[in-house]
């Protein structure tokens, strides 16, 4: 593993750390390990208090996640689907990405940090399709996973939202061609399988997706709970 993992590693288990803890722990010289400090401090993923070394608030984020970072796992991407209505139409985009490069399907993205999954399904609707749209409900979550010869390649978390268009004036993205198809005449081998599956099976279902925040102080104490 790379050294700057190594000690970003060391975080995981201490909230602050010395120099000398560092180097006893990873047994390095002094000179090697100062080098590899100051390179963390300058992007920004490490910063100096008093004679301790803490992670930056922007490291902080990348804790839950440190074994995708490092190769160490293999994770699950969350993205959010929109399904786009109006009078009887939905809007698919044709992705010019990988995966599913060529195919059909519900314009979506991944799930961003600070977003709830309607913010993040209205920010996406617009940036993709150029529409500005109004959330009506969350109508599934699936759980899509991709194998080839036998082992797993992809992994997605799907929640799939329902919004309704202000307007129909589309603009178009990089992410591909965008197009408006009669929900009673969908043709699934045009279609992402399990987009197909969940405009026919699940777009008028409603599911409900608890929104929890908690608040952790300097401290790494929970210190308030919320649900909405």
């Given at each position: 593993m790379d050294v700057q993992y190594k000690i970003f590693e060391l975080f995981i288990k201490n909230k602050r750390l010395r120099f000398s803890d560092i180097e006893k722990a990873l047994e390095m010289?002094?000179?090697?390990?100062?080098?590899?400090?100051?390179?963390?401090?300058?992007?920004?993923?490490?910063?100096?208090?008093?004679?301790?070394?803490?992670?930056?608030?922007?490291?902080?984020?990348?804790?839950?996640?440190?074994?995708?970072?490092?190769?160490?796992?293999?994770?699950?991407?969350?993205?959010?689907?929109?399904?786009?209505?109006?009078?009887?139409?939905?809007?698919?985009?044709?992705?010019?990405?990988?995966?599913?490069?060529?195919?059909?399907?519900?314009?979506?993205?991944?799930?961003?940090?600070?977003?709830?999954?309607?913010?993040?399904?209205?920010?996406?609707?617009?940036?993709?399709?150029?529409?500005?749209?109004?959330?009506?409900?969350?109508?599934?979550?699936?759980?899509?996973?991709?194998?080839?010869?036998?082992?797993?390649?992809?992994a997605f978390v799907l929640f799939l939202t329902v919004l309704k268009p202000e307007s129909i004036k589309l603009k178009e993205s990089e992410e591909g061609k965008l197009e408006w198809f009669p929900l009673d005449n969908l043709q699934s081998d045009r279609i992402i399988p399990s987009d197909y599956n969940m405009i026919k099976e699940h777009i008028e279902q409603k599911t409900q997706v608890s929104n929890v925040i908690m608040e952790e102080n300097s401290e790494g104490q929970l210190v308030s709970f919320t649900k909405k």
């Open positions: 010289k002094s000179n090697l390990l100062s080098y590899h400090l100051d390179g963390l401090v300058k992007q920004g993923m490490l910063t100096k208090e008093y004679d301790d070394y803490i992670l930056t608030k922007n490291a902080e984020t990348m804790m839950p996640i440190f074994a995708q970072i490092t190769g160490k796992e293999k994770g699950v991407l969350p993205v959010v689907l929109m399904a786009i209505l109006n009078e009887g139409k939905i809007l698919l985009l044709k992705r010019s990405k990988r995966p599913y490069q060529g195919y059909w399907g519900m314009p979506g993205g991944k799930l961003q940090l600070q977003e709830s999954i309607p913010d993040c399904a209205l920010r996406e609707a617009e940036e993709e399709t150029g529409l500005k749209c109004s959330y009506s409900h969350t109508a599934a979550v699936v759980h899509e996973r991709v194998k080839e010869n036998e082992e797993y390649k992809h």
